[in-house]
């Protein structure tokens, strides 16, 4: 029979309390309603307006809003337009000494560190000391899709 007890209370004392909470918002007015709204749980909509891009197309769906702010984003550059993606499994082929150079020193120092706490200054101090083992590095990482731990040393 307790077991049955514990459960029943608790809901009891929920229904109190959220009793009690309901009360407590009628009687509120003016800058108390503020005070009260520390203490609520923010709700989300269930739904999402639509955004626009710059000619005016509409995404509406969550797959056409990922795309249209990816590409606000991420804008491709005149650099980019030429590049074709190569077949799968040969992307590290790609990689060249300019490639990696460009990457580097075409980017702000000022960008945020890497989960390594490597900061772009630092990346192009070693690209200056080691460019073959950087190139390789690089090759490694595109080729396997993920950063080796064996960097980190």
Known sequence: ???????ELQRSIRQFNSHMWNVYLKKLRGGDVWRAAKFANPRTGATVEALTDREGNQANT????????????FPMNDGDLYYAIPPVGQAHERITKQLVDRALFTRSLKKAPSPEKLSFGAIRLLWRTNKMRMIGLTKEVVRTERHPTVSKR
């Open 1 to 7: 029979m307790a077991a049955h007890a514990k459960p």
């Open 62 to 73: 969550l797959a056409e809003q990922e795309k249209l702010l990816r590409g606000e984003s």
